[in-house]
């Protein structure tokens, strides 16, 4: 099995006074070569990237980080990634916690089985330290955690807290996420190294020092599980650009159980770059035709993908 993840970069479906309806591209409108009738005019070449390089991935399964919602979801999947040749029968995006609508949603080709969403859980409820100062009934995700039980694997869907504005207080709130899903992975399974499991999504810990225990995904990180993507030569270990600051690190993680891991000992993980701009001087190779310098992009992510019996 084909499992990616790609943060598909702010995707909303929106209508027009005319009642037409088109996706948002893939831009943060935080630059001002993102903002303007120039900018949105990118936004349909954004979103044919984005299917393009789903369908490149050939992936059995995709989760998703910033969907809107359902809808959302069901007009790029029809409109975009059907005549891009990449069905997926099976769309999730379930409601989570962040008020600018930057859902978790699933793409598959195998019918799921049961997904929970924990966009509710607290902190009191994860067992969480009182000392980390958090409010104990508030919601622990600033998004969500999507549990998808797939044949023979489940799957931990993710997006923590970005390090902005506030990188301290952020770092914080990521850990607090960290160790909620470390929670809900021992309560899920009674031997959790010895189960199948997979957590992926952006994670963003790119800014984080090396060293275990100065970052803040720590709890989620080896022995407790096997990270793929370490199994990439280091100077691969990228899926991000943040161009304002030159910035190459990689957010998106892989993160397998122990048993999942050395069950696919030679499993290496795909991380496809061809749908980021060419401003993204470290790729030297092909990218997507319609691929421009900032944009038209797929997204300021890459695809990552792993095959896993």
Known sequence: MRIATLNVQNMRLRHDTNGCAHLDGARDRDTAQDLGDAAKDLDPTDRRLTAALIREARADVVALQEVFDIETLDHFHDRYLVPAGAPYPHRVCLPGNDGRGLDLALLSRVAPGQVTSYAQLTP???????????????????????????????????????????????????????????????????????????????????????????????????????????????????????????LYACPDKLLASPALAARNPDARPAILRQGMGYEVRRYHGPHLPGTGHHRPHASDHALIHVDLA
């Open 124 to 246: 009191r409820e994860a067992g969480l330290d009182p000392a980390l100062g958090l409010d104990a009934d508030a919601p622990v995700f600033r998004r969500d955690c999507l549990v998808v039980e797939l044949a023979g694997i489940t799957l931990f869907v993710c997006h923590f807290k970005a390090p902005y504005p506030d990188e301290a207080g952020a770092w914080f709130t990521r850990r607090a996420e960290a160790l909620a899903l470390h929670h809900l992975i021992e309560r899920h399974f009674d031997d959790p190294a010895g189960a199948a499991w997979l957590v992926l999504g952006d994670l963003n810990d790119p800014r984080d020092a090396p060293g275990g225990h100065r970052r803040a995904i720590a709890p989620l990180l080896p022995p407790f599980s096997v990270n793929l993507i370490g199994r990439l030569p280091e100077a691969e270990r990228w899926s991000w650009y943040q161009p304002d600051e030159h």
